[in-house]
């Protein structure tokens, strides 16, 4: 059997490239990293909405999803590394209209109040100085909706180095816990809207299978798969996943009127 069967068919617009599609253990470990991630908001319907911000965009693959899997309006992705930036324009240019990118600052973004529905985040905060300002700046800019993603402190394996793909700490400032992190939203003022957050993944399977050297049975991954579901369900052991996902309402009623315009922030 071949692994591509564990991977949907919307990978195809996640991993432009033909060369990676082809490779399959590549593909499935780049849908279970955005699966940990999306898994809840899907089942709370979090994703329903006209326009979305990706805070630290990189690749963009998940503007990717949220721009041809479910379809929202309007979709702009936001980097500091004008580079990435770049490539990530270029790979998108092919496609039709409604996805924007713009090289920008988490501290200090260029989006009107509540100008986009529903601000999303992976794996940023922990790379900032002030992540508290950070988050401040995405409860300003969000009409409704924010995700926030990153490591778990807690996590044993985010202390073991590159082989986990782990970034080397001198690119991190901060792991937070799940309690530190419900404090850092508490902090934001967010109003009246509710945070719910998940652990979530004790398998590094994106950057595990993206390794050449290591090629895993498509049955010992199912079976992978389903140890790292009934280790979640746990209520203390899950205190120890590799990612923590936020979900946070910020209680404000309807979406953002209409889709942001050009003219409201700087496009590269």
Not at 70 to 80: E, H, L, Q, S, T
Not at 187 to 201: A, L
Not at 206 to 227: H, S
């Amino acid at each position: 059997m071949s692994t591509n069967r564990l991977a949907p068919e919307f990978m195809k617009y996640i991993i432009p490239s033909k060369k990676d599609m082809e490779n399959s253990h590549k593909s499935i470990g780049t849908w279970h990293h955005m699966m940990v991630r999306l898994e809840e908001g899907e089942k709370l319907n979090f994703f329903r909405v006209r326009s979305i911000a990706d805070v630290g965009c990189g690749s963009g693959r998940y503007l990717a999803y949220f721009k041809y899997v479910k379809n929202i309006d309007f979709c702009v992705g936001v980097d500091i590394a004008k580079k990435t930036i770049t490539a990530t324009a270029k790979n998108f240019q092919r496609k039709d209209r409604g996805v924007e990118f713009l090289v920008a600052d988490a501290h200090n973004l260029p989006f009107k109040n509540s100008a986009l529905d529903i601000i999303f985040s992976t794996e940023v905060l922990e790379h900032l100085s002030n992540p508290s300002l950070a988050l401040r700046e995405m409860v300003r800019v969000g009409k409704s909706k924010i995700v926030v993603c990153l490591p778990n402190r807690l996590c044993p394996y985010m202390y073991g180095g590159a082989w986990f793909g782990v970034h080397e700490r001198s690119f991190i400032k901060k792991y937070l816990t799940r309690w530190q992190l419900k404090k850092l939203f508490k902090q934001t003022k967010f109003g009246k809207g509710n945070i719910h957050i998940v652990e979530k993944s004790f398998l590094p399977l994106d950057w595990l299978l993206a390794r050449k050297e290591v090629r895993l049975p498509t049955r010992f991954i199912r079976i992978l798969l389903r140890i790292e579901k009934c280790l979640e369900s746990f209520p203390l052991i899950q205190h120890l996943a590799g990612v923590l996902v936020a979900y946070c309402t910020l209680g404000n009623n309807g979406t953002a009127k209409g889709i942001p315009s050009k003219a409201e922030f700087s496009l590269i």
